[in-house]
């Protein structure tokens, strides 16, 4: 089974200072990992994956985030927020090979952008 | 831009009633999968198909719910007898997968809101 843990549920930051949001993962398997973005109104969109490749994956926007299999993280991050991130983002696992695309979402982290 | 489209936006009904949503994908993709997000949580996974073969179902689906995709195009979620806990966003997604393949990115609707009466 599989699982991520998004550790805070709501983050604040002022524009043009770093973004960090937290994800913790549990897999029994070597995972896919994903951050995606949900605007209000707005389907999901994927920021960026992690699949066994380069551990320091870039994405959409200016996110970057770090595969840690020592600390079971996978954290996103941004150097500079704009007031367009503002935004809720899910830390998503992939499932176990072989069972399709199967993905199981954390509980998601709101993100606000304060000028 | 040709993304997964679904109908409606938004669907308001009564208790006990049956509903139906549609989802269409992205042309070429050959799996789709429903899930369903309600307030202040994650998207939960309920249902998949390959092609037109339904593969896997969550423990979710009640045997009110029930999903199809006849000719491994568009695909249908029906809800019968809805309750209020039904009320949610149904999010329908599709991707490209292959057998041993299964980090292709999913590419999400913008869902469909139920409330139940």
């Known amino acids: 089974a599989q699982s991520v843990t998004q550790l805070d549920s709501h983050v604040s930051v002022s524009e043009g200072t770093p973004v960090l949001l937290r994800c913790n993962y549990s897999s029994s398997y070597s995972p896919s990992l994903f951050w995606y973005v949900q605007h209000p109104n707005k389907g999901l969109q994927l920021l960026l994956k992690?699949?066994?490749?380069?551990?320091l994956v870039k994405g959409i926007n200016g996110f970057e985030a770090e595969f840690k299999k020592s600390e079971t993280s996978f954290h996103l991050t941004k150097p500079s927020a704009h007031m367009s991130d503002a935004a809720e983002y899910f830390c998503v696992v992939s499932a176990r090979p072989g069972g399709g695309n199967k993905l199981t979402f954390g509980t998601g982290t709101q993100l606000k952008v304060e000028l | 831009d040709t993304g997964v489209s679904q109908n409606p936006r938004h669907k308001i009904t009564k208790r006990g009633q049956n509903v139906t949503f549609r989802c269409d994908p992205i042309s070429e993709h050959n799996r789709l999968y429903w899930y369903r997000q309600t307030l202040g949580q994650g998207p939960e996974f309920l249902t998949y198909?390959?092609?037109?073969?339904?593969?896997?179902k969550s423990r979710l689906l009640s045997d009110r719910f029930s999903a199809e995709r006849p000719k491994g195009s568009f695909s249908t979620l029906e809800i019968q007898r809805t309750e209020q806990g039904d009320s949610a966003m149904y999010l329908c997604?599709?991707?490209?997968?292959?057998?041993?393949?299964?980090?292709?990115?999913?590419?999400f609707g913008n869902g469909t809101r139920l409330t139940v009466t």
């Open positions: 992690y699949t066994s490749a380069a551990t």
């Open positions: 198909f390959q092609n037109e073969a339904q593969l896997e």
């Open positions: 997604a599709s991707s490209l997968g292959q057998s041993n393949h299964y980090n292709s990115p999913l590419h």
